[in-house]
C-alpha cells in the first residue's frame, strides 16, 4: 500500500513570495492534515478535512495560509505571502476517517526555508 | 489550549542500556501515542494506549498509559544505534485534535 505522498520536498522562498504544497493521501482515507513542525518542536494542526469539507482550521493563520481538497483526494496548502517565520516543515497525514484520529499516517514532509 | 510536557528533551545513551521517557499533561487525555521520527521522515506511530492503566509493548517498546489519564511513558529496553530519533507523545481528549509533545531526541554511543 502506498504511503501520503508530498511535493516538492525542499523549498527555499524569498519572504513576501507565494509557495504551495501538495499531499496525496493514503488512498480510501476519507480524513486529511496538514500540519506545521518547527524545528525542536512537535507537529502541530494547521486544518482537518474530511473528505472535501473542513472540520478545523482554528489553528491556520488564515490571513496567509489557505488549503483546499477539492475532490475529497489531493490537497494543497498555499502560503502568500511568506514570512520568515513560517521557515518549518509542512506534514500531510490521512487516516480511515474522523474517529480514528490515532491511526494517522504522515507524509515525509515539506521543508520550507524562507530567506 | 491542551499542553504535553515531554521529558527529557534529550538522552545520550550507551547502546544495550534501557531509555525511559514520558509525558505530562494538566488535563485528561482519553488516548495517548508514541511516535518517532527519523531525519528527514515524517513520524511513525509506535504504540496506541486506549484505556487507563494499559500497558502495551511492541518489541523492545513498552508504553504504558497512565492512571490519571495525564501521562504516558515509553520504554526502550537494550537500546540499539537504530534507535536513534526523536520520540513524540501524542494524545487526544474526546474527539479533539491530535496534541504533540516537545520530543525526546534519542541519541545512542555505539
Known amino acids: 500500500e502506498a504511503g501520503v505522498a508530498q511535493s516538492p520536498r525542499y523549498k527555499i522562498i524569498e519572504k513576501r513570495q507565494s509557495v504551495a504544497f501538495w499531499c496525496n493521501p493514503i488512498?480510501?482515507?476519507?480524513?486529511l492534515y496538514w500540519y506545521q513542525q518547527i524545528l525542536g518542536q512537535g507537529p502541530k494542526l494547521l486544518i482537518q478535512?474530511?473528505?472535501?469539507?473542513?472540520?478545523?482550521d482554528s489553528q491556520l493563520p488564515k490571513d496567509r495560509f489557505s488549503a483546499e481538497r477539492l475532490k475529497g483526494v489531493d490537497s494543497t496548502l498555499k502560503i502568500q505571502p511568506a514570512k520568515l517565520e513560517d521557515s518549518a516543515v509542512y506534514l500531510c497525514?490521512?487516516?480511515?476517517?474522523?474517529?480514528?484520529?490515532?491511526?494517522?499516517?504522515f507524509g515525509p514532509g515539506t521543508r520550507l526555508l524562507v530567506l | 489550549g491542551q499542553q504535553l510536557n515531554q521529558s527529557p528533551q534529550s538522552m545520550f545513551i550507551q547502546e544495550g542500556e534501557d531509555v525511559s521517557m514520558n509525558c505530562t499533561s494538566s488535563?485528561?487525555?482519553?488516548?495517548w501515542l508514541w511516535y518517532k521520527q527519523d531525519p528527514g521522515e515524517g513520524p511513525v506511530l509506535l504504540i496506541a494506549?486506549?484505556?487507563?492503566?494499559e500497558l502495551t509493548s511492541n518489541g523492545r517498546l513498552t508504553a504504558q498509559f497512565g492512571i490519571t489519564r495525564k501521562d504516558s511513558f515509553l520504554n526502550i529496553s537494550a537500546s540499539i544505534p537504530s534507535d536513534v530519533g526523536i520520540y513524540f507523545c501524542?494524545?487526544?481528549?474526546?474527539?479533539?485534535?491530535?496534541?504533540f509533545g516537545a520530543g525526546t531526541i534519542l541519541r545512542v554511543k555505539s
Open positions: 497525514a490521512s487516516s480511515l476517517s474522523y474517529s480514528r484520529q490515532e491511526t494517522q499516517y
Open positions: 488512498s480510501g482515507h476519507a480524513t
Open positions: 478535512f474530511q473528505n472535501n469539507g473542513v472540520v478545523d
Open positions: 488535563s485528561i487525555f482519553n488516548t
Open positions: 494506549l486506549y484505556k487507563a492503566g
Open positions: 501524542a494524545g487526544t481528549s474526546y474527539g479533539n485534535k491530535l496534541v
